[in-house]
Structures are given as structure tokens and as C-alpha cells.
């Protein structure tokens, strides 16, 4: 890795078949913060988690906001190929496939952005609490990529409206998107992580 590459965590598979995740933390969360989650959802899965490189009053994000919800979308841009650089770094380093991204709230929203931006880095996504990243956001080609959009019915911070833009706009690129809107707020419910476990095995079933 070089000197600019993320702190982070690995830990490798003990499932040959379980596809690697690269574990994408929300506002004020780190490395270790859903290290748990991705056990969960896909035992024995290779675990590649970063921690944002952004700091918003000490807290790490990945990338900068200007106000609730209002995204400096330069830096989003600027992030989202700095975290492709660190996934093929990591890649080489861990022999790992492309991973399946699993992001929560701004870690959905970077993920969502690699997706548009640089879509040859990841294999899927799991986007828990997402907003669409970029106003104008590049036409991308996302060839069938899995992506399944969790959402909030009663979150504050995403509206329905939103999220159902961003389903629409990656189904739009060419993903196979799954979207369900949860009767939850922004925080993860056991909902969650029994539809992204189940989704993700759907996922392991295929590719055997």
C-alpha cells in the first residue's frame, strides 16, 4: 500500500465461495464499524474495510458536505477515484476479487459514486440509506451489476423521493437493482441485515 492509502482493516475469507466485501462506514464511524455487519450478512466472505479520510468536526466521512444532505461533489468526485485506486492496491496486496461494496448513509453515497464513476471496481452493491451523490452524473455502464438499495419509509436525513431517483438512475446505467423501502428510519434494522444476507447468497448461488 502507499503512504496515501486509507487506514483499514482486512480480514481474508474463510469461504472460498463467499464473495469479498469492501465495508464503507458512515458519518463518524471507522474501520471496525461494520467489520460485524459483513459477518453477518456473508460468513466466511474476505472483509476489506477503510476509514473515510474526510474529517467533519473530528468525524470521519469520505468525503466533504456543505450542509445536510448538500454534497461538495468535486471532492465526491476527487474521493470516489481515490477509493478505486485503494481497492485495486488492495486487491493486489490480499489476492482478492472485485469486492461487493456495503455501505451505510455517506458510505452508501461513496459507494454509489465509485459505481458511476469508475463501475469496474466493484462486482455489486449493498446501499443502505443512500442519496444520489452527483446532480449531473456521468453516463456510465453498469453491465447487470447487483445492487440492492435498502431505504428508510421514515428517514429524516433521505427522503423516499431520493432514494427511488437513485434506484432509477443506476437502473437507468444498466444495474440489476433491487430497491425496497423498509418501515424504518436511517439507522439499520435486523430488516436489513436479513435482506442484504439473503440477497447476498442469491449472489453466491449464481456465480457457483
Known amino acids: 500500500m502507499t503512504s496515501s492509502s486509507f487506514i483499514h482493516r482486512f480480514e481474508p475469507a474463510t469461504n472460498a465461495g463467499s464473495p469479498p466485501l469492501l465495508l464503507l462506514h458512515g458519518t463518524g464511524g471507522d ?3 461494520l467489520l460485524g455487519l459483513g459477518r453477518m450478512i456473508s460468513p466466511g466472505s474476505a ?24 454534497f461538495d461533489e468535486e471532492d465526491v468526485r476527487r474521493r470516489a477515484l481515490e477509493l478505486g485506486d485503494f481497492v485495486a492496491e488492495a486487491r493486489q496486496q490480499y489476492g482478492i476479487a472485485a469486492p461487493i461494496a456495503v455501505g451505510f448513509s455517506n458510505g452508501a453515497n461513496i459507494a454509489a459514486a465509485l459505481l458511476l464513476l ?27 451489476k ?20 437513485l434506484a432509477a438512475l443506476l437502473s437507468d446505467a444498466g444495474a440489476d437493482v433491487v430497491q425496497k423501502v423498509l418501515p424504518a428510519g436511517h439507522q439499520l434494522s ?13 449472489m453466491e448461488v449464481k456465480a457457483a
Not at 55 to 61: A, I, K, S, T, W
Not at 191 to 202: C, P, Y
Open 47 to 70: 472483509l476489506l474495510s477503510p476509514r473515510g479520510r474526510v474529517l467533519e468536526h473530528g468525524m470521519p466521512r469520505f468525503f466533504r458536505r456543505l450542509a445536510e444532505g448538500v
Open 146 to 165: 447487483p445492487v440492492l438499495l435498502l431505504s428508510g419509509q421514515a428517514d429524516p436525513i433521505v427522503p423516499p423521493s431520493n432514494s427511488a431517483k
Open 190 to 202: 435486523q430488516a436489513d441485515v436479513t435482506l442484504a444476507r439473503n440477497w447476498i447468497g442469491e
Open 118 to 144: 469508475k463501475p469496474e471496481v466493484l462486482a455489486g452493491a449493498v446501499l443502505l440509506r443512500a442519496m444520489v451523490p452527483l446532480s449531473e452524473p456521468p453516463s456510465a455502464e453498469l453491465g447487470g
Open 31 to 33: 474501520e471496525n464499524d
